[in-house]
C-alpha cells in the first residue's frame, strides 16, 4: 500500500499499483480498508515478489551493491549492514 503523497515519487506509487505490487490511496482515511485488501490477497506479494526478483536482475553502478545500508531488522539505525545480504 503506497499514498500517493509524495510530489517526488508519485511515478514509484502508480507503477507498483500497475505491476500488482501496491495499492495506491489519496486519502489517509481509505489505508485501513487499503491494508486489509494488500495484505488478505496474496496476488500483492506474488507481484511485489516479481518486481523484487526485476530490480535484483537490473544492472547498478559500480560498487553500488555493496554500499552499507541501515540495518531494518534489529531496529536500530545505528547498525549497518552489507545490501548483498539478505
Known sequence: MTRDHSQ???FNAARAEQLGAARVITD????????????SDPAFREAARE???QNQNLPS???????????????????FYASGGS
Open 28 to 39: 489517509p482515511g481509505d489505508a485501513g480498508a487499503a491494508a486489509q485488501e494488500v495484505l
Open 8 to 10: 517526488r515519487h508519485p
Open 51 to 53: 518486481v523484487q526478483a
Open 61 to 79: 553502478k559500480p560498487g553500488l551493491r555493496n554500499r552499507q545500508k541501515p540495518n531494518r531488522r534489529s531496529g536500530h539505525a545505528g547498525e
